[in-house]
């Protein structure tokens, strides 16, 4: 019998759950894992607007077939015993996601999706220090706080959720993470700003840096965590992601992620909420001092295996417009609701179909090809509402 689909584990938790797993052999080999995930998205937004909540890709309107992305991580695991132990990882995708996330750091939406498109998602050292029950990372990961991936198939729905779009997307620097408990993981780390692989002398302002920490507390049961985060940028000027970018001379970003699966259930309904909140100084000229907060809330059941049903609902406050790549221009209140039907065929193969609803003031963005492309009247927000519908099969390897 498959699992039901909420039981895959994310990417992110997997790193986790490596704590808890026995020694692996001394002469672990090389692993390559991955996936290819296929979509088809109909966007049912007015004339020509397109939705600043999520790629372009993802909300054009009429509909598109695209290759979200094919993803390859060779792994050395890394072995946990009484020495000094050292490991690998590094990941690429390719596809019409890795467009946009190649271009994360540049501030500016690129002009089209690119299904050849190479985006080096992960390429870090990992080491295992048993005295002080540490494992650390040195090179480039992807963001330790935040509740979504970039990985399509680890999240609850197709589409992206609206909270993540203010979340760090990825960074190169040094990240320890501590195990004193089987139950408590804590970690920190010192790393370059989100999206940014060189950013010495950006706009004349010298090299930018971050602070990251977060922790993971599970309790006896295994049923229920509690993962509060942290980032800041306190040095620099940007805290980008593939879907915004924020030139702030002062920004952090905080992230709180609940999960609970009741008893009862015995494993078939599985809660998440997902808070996020940050602020920004803003950099004079450039932008105005930002603030924003959201809120997110999941529920997966499983009707009968392997089949589920995700279900999304979100809520986000900015004081200024800050959701498209583009200049900011109003604040207001943003909503979604997602309904994700999943099928396992296979173990390794899933399909899935969604609907999505997202409303508030400017949800979607109308554009005016007679409108010289320099002029910010290009970009007008509008209050409007937008339905979506998408299907996806993806397959793991």
Known sequence: ?????????????????????????????????????????????PGTAASPIDFPTDTIPRGDFNLSALWLRLEKPLTKGNSLEAGLQAGIMLGEDATYY???????SPNGPDSSSLYVGEAFAKFWVPDAQMEMWVGKFQAVIGYETIWRPDNPCITFGIADAFMPQDNIGILAIFSPDPLFDIAAGIANCSGESNDLASLGTGDEASIMSY?????PGGNATLQPGFYISPWGTHGSNARISLDQNFYYAWNLIGQWSPSFAEGRWNLTFNLTGGSGTGTPGIEAPTTYVTTGLYSTWTLIDPVTLTGRAEYVHTSNYVLPQSTRLSGGDYYDYTLTLAVNITEELVWRGEGRFAWGAGTTLSTNPSQDILEETLYSPASSSLWTLATEIYYRF
């Open 1 to 45: 019998m498959e699992p039901p689909e909420e039981q895959v584990i994310p990417e992110r938790d997997v790193r986790e759950e490596q704590f808890a797993e026995p020694t692996l052999p001394k002469e672990a080999n090389l692993k390559l894992t991955g996936y290819v995930d296929g979509t088809y998205l109909y966007n049912f937004g």
């Open 102 to 108: 190649a271009a994360a750091g540049t501030a500016n």
């Open 215 to 219: 922790a993971k507390i599970q309790n």
